[in-house]
Nanobody, 124 residues
Framework: QVQLAESGGGSVHAGGSLKLSCVVS????????LGWFRQVPGMERELGAI????????TYADSVKGRFTISRGDAENMFDLQAHDLKPEDTAIYYC?????????????????WGQGTQVTVSS
């Protein structure tokens, strides 16, 4: 079983930056995707895609392209999300997730293991 845990959330003014990290255990050898999603408070049934990464590609949602960067961490059991030029509409609970696939998607239903989330609040 894969387990994930996010960290690095917090409060920041508009235009600021945050780095979120995810520690994951139980990764298979290959053929998996690691992704970041977010949930706006009050939108419990909707997870907005941010980015997904596999061994040879990265995919970003249009809403964050150019501002957010997903990457593998220094340790093989970590991956990060660097967020710059944060906007109030970026306020959400941010989740890291794992899915089994050869090609990553930005569809939340394709991810089967999730962290508990970390809160990001961006003030005007």
């Amino acid at each position: 079983q894969v387990q994930l845990a996010e960290s690095g959330g917090g409060s920041v003014h508009a235009g600021g930056s945050l780095k979120l990290s995810c520690v994951v255990s139980g990764l298979p050898f290959a053929d998996y995707c690691l992704g970041w999603f977010r949930q706006v408070p009050g939108m419990e049934r909707e997870l907005g895609a941010i980015a997904g990464i596999d061994d040879d590609s990265i995919t970003y949602a249009d809403s964050v392209k150019g501002r957010f960067t997903i990457s593998r961490g220094d340790a093989e059991n970590m991956f990060d999300l660097q967020a710059h030029d944060l906007k109030p509409e970026d306020t959400a609970i941010y989740y890291c997730a794992f899915g089994r696939a050869q090609v990553c998607t930005l569809t939340s239903g394709d991810y089967v293991f999730w962290g508990q989330g970390t809160q990001v609040t961006v003030s005007s």
